[in-house]
Nanobody, 127 residues
C-alpha cells in the first residue's frame, strides 16, 4: 500500500502558475500515477496520468499544453505543473495511484481505475 499527501495548492490569479506535489509514503515506482480534480457541485474528473516509468503521459483536453505531470521515483514524488491557469481550473486536486500491473491505457481516466487517493489540495484561480 501507499499513502499520498498533496501540497502546493493555493490562490493564484488567472494566467499564473502553481506546482502541486504528491509525496508517497512508500515507493512510487510500482504505480502508475494520476491527478484528478473536483469543483464544487461537480463530479471528480480526470486531469492527467503518468506511467510508472514516466515514459507515457496522458491529459484531459482542457489542460493539454498548460499542465505537465512528472515524477521523481527516487524521491517518491509526483508533480503537476500548472501554467496559464484559468478560473475554471478552480477545484480540489487529488493525487492517485494504481498498480503498474494494470495496462496503463486501460481505465486511466476513471475514478474507479485507481486504488489510492490523497486527501486533496485546494487550487483557487481568481479572474
Amino acid at each position: 500500500q501507499v499513502q499520498l499527501v498533496e501540497s502546493g495548492g493555493g490562490l493564484v490569479q488567472a494566467g499564473g502558475s502553481l506546482r502541486l506535489s504528491c509525496a508517497a509514503s512508500g515507493r512510487t515506482s510500482p504505480y502508475h500515477m494520476g491527478w484528478f480534480r473536483q469543483a464544487p457541485g461537480k463530479e471528480r474528473e480526470f486531469v492527467a496520468a503518468l506511467s510508472w516509468g514516466g515514459a507515457i503521459s496522458y491529459y484531459t483536453d482542457t489542460v493539454k499544453g498548460r499542465f505537465t505531470i512528472s515524477r521523481d521515483n527516487a524521491k517518491n514524488t509526483v508533480y503537476l505543473q500548472m501554467d496559464s491557469l484559468k478560473p475554471e481550473d478552480t477545484a480540489v486536486y487529488y493525487c492517485t495511484a494504481r498498480s503498474r500491473s494494470y495496462v496503463f491505457h486501460q481505465d486511466r481516466t476513471a475514478v474507479d481505475g485507481y486504488d489510492y487517493w490523497g486527501q486533496g489540495t485546494q487550487v483557487t484561480v481568481s479572474s
